[in-house]
């Protein structure tokens, strides 16, 4: 396969995996089949902590983001369906706020392999590609 179509397909597959839609929904189905064990509880913090952490998460993502609706929605989620299960919060939580870095990164990550396939399709337009290629498969 071309090495621009392998870098396009996997743009396209980082952009779709990590779209912010598609990610919290994956997260939620996660969470909804995830049966936490006896011995999986909440690491014991500070509600300072707790409340430090939470407040960084609305400022960063929840409110200065591209995907706050799709973290709101999650968030909310969260809070309606699990606020019995202490488990299945800290884990959602653990979701939301990693979210951010997969985000960010594989959106930076799918752009940089779209200029690159982009690139190596201009290459393989120019006479000396054309050349090199007579050449080695011409030997």
């Known amino acids: 396969m071309p090495l621009p179509t392998l870098l396009h397909g996997l743009s396209r597959l980082l952009a779709e995996l990590y779209d912010p839609k598609t ?8 969470l909804d089949a995830w049966q936490p064990r ?3 509880k909440p690491k014991v913090t500070t509600p300072w902590y707790e409340l430090r ?4 998460s609305i ?3 929840g409110i200065r983001s591209t995907y706050r ?4 929605s999650f968030f909310a989620t969260l809070v309606r369906r699990y ?3 202490p488990a299945h919060v800290w884990m959602g939580f653990s979701l939301l706020l990693t979210a951010h870095h997969f985000l960010i990164y594989s959106r930076h990550v799918s ?3 779209a200029r690159d396939s982009a690139k190596a ?3 393989a337009r120019t006479p000396e590609f054309a050349d090199r290629l007579a050449l080695s498969s011409g030997s």
């Open 38 to 40: 006896p011995f999986q």
């Open 121 to 123: 399709i201009a290459a």
């Open 83 to 85: 606020r019995h299960s």
């Open 59 to 61: 400022w960063t993502q």
């Open 69 to 72: 609706r799709d973290y709101w």
């Open 53 to 56: 952490i939470i407040a960084a």
């Open 111 to 113: 752009q940089e392999l």
């Open 23 to 30: 990610y919290f929904e994956r997260a939620r189905r996660s």
